[in-house]
């Protein structure tokens, strides 16, 4: 209930999921960068798991961008304090609860290179979508280099093995791209959930107006 009060306003929202460990100076955190720019000029809520690395990567860029920030922060021994470019934050002290949050407000999932975390939070992603519980919400997988040998495993071992259904290991969507990502994401919420632009500066998404 604490987490729905605080994000309850936070707007039209895209959950980006990253590791917490690629500092700035490396490619990924750019690119992460980047993502959180474009979604925010678009007028997306940028939201994520609130610590450093790629996760601050997409607040920062969204930030940046004019556009808004949030963080579902979890406790942790290390390596998870909230990084310095959200507007909003709330800090969780289990992952279920912080998940539901991740969840609730999202159109649409972003994963940038990540560990078990980012793992955990995309597949039961891709798990609400295959049995239903949400329905055509995108994921967006960025990083081809990174994802490939996961995308390739999924194509090639659980769908030929029949523990996923053909069409399945489509919803997984890979690229490089950010701009390319974004533009995914922009046609499903258009389409899928009525979304359009609005006669408002930074071009901001709004519903039913």
Not at 105 to 117: C, D, R, V
Not at 122 to 139: C, D
């Given at each position: 209930?604490?987490?729905?009060?605080a994000?309850?306003?936070?707007?039209?929202?895209?959950?980006?999921f990253?590791?917490?460990?690629?500092?700035?100076?490396?490619?990924?955190?750019?690119?992460?960068?980047?993502?959180?720019?474009?979604?925010?000029?678009?007028?997306?809520?940028?939201?994520?798991?609130?610590?450093p690395?790629?996760?601050?990567?997409?607040?920062?860029?969204?930030?940046?961008?004019?556009?808004?920030?949030i963080?579902?922060?979890?406790?942790?021994?290390?390596?998870?304090?909230p990084?310095?470019?959200?507007?909003?934050?709330?800090?969780?002290r289990?992952?279920?609860?912080r998940?539901?949050?991740?969840?609730?407000?999202?159109?649409?999932?972003?994963a940038?290179?990540?560990?078990?975390?980012?793992?955990?939070?995309?597949?039961e992603?891709?798990?609400?979508?295959?049995?239903?519980?949400?329905?055509?919400?995108?994921?967006?997988?960025?990083?081809?280099?990174?994802w490939?040998?996961l995308?390739?495993?999924?194509?090639?071992?659980?769908?030929?093995?029949?523990?996923?259904?053909?069409?399945?290991?489509?919803?997984?969507?890979?690229?490089?791209?950010?701009?390319?990502?974004v533009e995914?994401?922009?046609?499903?919420?258009?389409?899928?959930?009525?979304l359009?632009?609005?006669?408002?500066?930074?071009?901001?998404?709004?519903?039913g107006?």
């Amino acid at each position: 209930m604490r987490g729905f009060r605080a994000l309850h306003f936070v707007g039209l929202c895209v959950t980006v999921f990253g590791s917490a460990r690629f500092k700035a100076d490396h490619p990924y955190y750019e690119l992460g960068r980047e993502l959180g720019s474009r979604l925010a000029r678009v007028g997306f809520t940028v939201m994520t798991g609130g610590g450093p690395g790629l996760m601050e990567a997409a607040n920062r860029g969204a930030r940046e961008a004019g556009g808004r920030s949030i963080g579902c922060n979890i406790e942790l021994p290390r390596e998870q304090q909230p990084n310095a470019y959200l507007d909003r934050w709330i800090t969780f002290r289990h992952f279920y609860v912080r998940k539901v949050m991740l969840v609730k407000y999202a159109y649409a999932f972003i994963a940038l290179p990540g560990g078990f975390g980012t793992l955990d939070e995309m597949f039961e992603i891709a798990t609400l979508v295959q049995t239903g519980k949400v329905h055509e919400f995108p994921i967006v997988l960025v990083g081809r280099d990174y994802w490939r040998p996961l995308t390739a495993f999924v194509r090639n071992r659980l769908l030929v093995e029949g523990t996923i259904d053909p069409g399945d290991e489509q919803r997984l969507r890979l690229t490089d791209s950010p701009a390319e990502a974004v533009e995914w994401v922009t046609a499903v919420a258009m389409r899928r959930f009525g979304l359009t632009y609005g006669p408002r500066a930074r071009r901001r998404w709004y519903l039913g107006e």
